[in-house]
């Protein structure tokens, strides 16, 4: 055990597992959302992550874009973004509306066990993601260099970078948007209304369907923007890019409590810093093994996870 | 109608057995008349022509097949014919071909495979069979320690490219401050500890990552790699993860320069990590750069094939040119060649080869090549690192 190295390098592992961690949370969303008015898990959405990945690198791709291009002028690079957002969230709202239509939407009406539900969202994720997989003939995708990475300011040996304060705080503004839509917007109260009680909201007049698909489309909103940074920090996407991170999304939101908007976005920050603390500590080879125990053991005192679970419940 | 199916595919089946039955007849018979010259015989290419990986075979077929006309030129006459059988480098195709293979009596000799996945899969076979192999590129280690009788291969195997690696460190790069790592694959791990071990104090950390496609952040390797104050990264592992790891070393303005192994030098490393971050990346390599290979090789080759010799071309055509030499000196039944190729001692274009018992290139024989990633992410020659076994 590296002490001594963790203790040195503690500024910047922190800084650098913030942003990683701020991806996961972003993305960690839409397993929250789902869960909190269906009480399932969408196993599909790490291939509506997955589709956002390749949108934005794709409509780069139209102008002429590759990972050996020079970066733009600052005012094309916020063009290129914006567009590059645009492009995966429309795809992956898109993806995940599919999803719930083609893998969830009948069931639901054929009133199928839970079971089922999980076993139709493992499909659609496996068909996407191998799809993919076959038309990219496993080949990996790289990401133009739009953002070159900068110091905007060095504490000690941390260098804090305009990508990690980009990606930082934009996670921070999707969650302080999306927390106010869901508590404030009349949408959110019938998101809120249906996950407490979908029968008692039925009878109010809340359209059930609607509701679910608007969660999903929330989901996919953000998971395409968790999308473009991932493709922005790690420079590179794959058929199973979705797949890898998903499961790390999946344990921040259960980590912050599965259901809880506000918990997933602790869970997604706190998974990323603490993996980037194991590796530090342990070796790198167990990142993945130190982060799952750290799970047990705060599901072992706190098993609704850190916040518990309410969309909704708790501030009803 | 699952009868007339199961009755006509064991109908065919029937045909098949006496075709295939007659056609050993007659080839028998082809052996004998076939007395003056030693004409009438096949070599065999095996490995990779279409699918994923089938750049590198398709280098190993253009030289292999050129070996062979050029020799049938000389002789005035179709002599010896090519066979190819195409592997698509997978070892789950590779034994089902092999089949084929063995069951052509007239192959006296096989260059390839050239992957070690499919040398597993299919080199039994071929033991089996009696017919001798030379893989010019297969070089997992443990290859040759299955006590297959026909096993030869041209190239020096993975043990030879750590001391290597570790020589090029020291000595060219002049690294005071060395940062191992590996992706905890026999592959990459192997590497890594012999570079470890030969560096030794020079070796400021180290790190173990994941395996390609397991781990896309390397946030922390990174952070070490730049705490350590190291000029130099060795990874252990292949071109995917390197490509990534180059890229964020570069993104978290780390100015050092990665080394690695044949499992790096691919252009996917210089695609993932992108051109400017890739360039002066150091592979080493148990093979000769094509362009260096002697003789009138390198311009008959890009005349007949359109092309500039590939990686491993050149060793592809000495391996023909040995089978070429036993047949002329009577070898012409596949047994004879292998005890031939136990005795060679052949001076090629790319090198000099003399096999040990177990059918590895003999140890003073071994060349191991430095090579750069360029600005267009080409892998440019760059020097002859000398290995003392």
Redesign the interface.
Known sequence: MDFS?LI??FG??TI??L??GAIIALFALGYTLVYGVLRLINFAHSEVFLLGSYACLVVWGFFGLD??SATPSVIAVIGFLLLGLVAAIVVSGLTALGVELVAYRPLRRRNAPPLAFLITAIGASLFISETVGVIT????K?VP?LIR?A?VFVIG?M?V?N?QILIIVLALVMMFVLDRFINRSRLGRGIRAVAQNPDSAALMGVNKSRVIALVFLIGGLMAGIAAVMYDL????T?F??GF??GIEAFTAAVLGGIGNLRGALLGGLLLGVL??YA??LF???W??AASFVLLVLILLVRPTGLLGESLGRARA | MRQVFARAISGLAVIGLVAGAAACNSSSGDDDSASGGNCGYKLAYFGALTG?SANLGVNIEQGFELAINQYNEKKGSDCITVAKFDSQGEPAVAPGVARQLVADKKILGIVGPPFSGESEAADPIFEEAGIPTISPSATRVSLAANGWKTFHRAVANDDSQGPAAAAYIKDTLKAAKVFV?DD?SAYGAGLADIVKKTLGSAVV?S????AD????????????V??SGATVMFYGGYY?NA??IR??LT???WKGTLVGGDGMKDA?LA??????AAVGTIVTCPCSPPEKAGGTFVTDYKAKWGVDAGTYSDVAFDAANIYLQGIDAGNTTAEKMNTFLSTVNYQGIANTYKFTETGELDPSLIKVWTFKFDAT?NQVADQEVKVTP
């Open positions: 190295g040195q390098d910047p592992l650098t597992g942003a990683q990972q050996n003939q496993r080949n990996i790289a260099p990475p110091d040996n260098h970078t990508l920090k790690i420079g590179v794959r199973d890019a890898l991170l993996q980037n590796a530090g070796g790198t080879q990142l993945h | 994923s790592a905890q950390n790190d173990k990552t994941e496609g397991k781990q896309t952040d390397f946030s922390a390797v990174v952070q070490k730049v705490s995917q490509g990534l890229k964020q993104a978290a303005g996917g695609k993932a990590a992108g051109n400017a992410g």
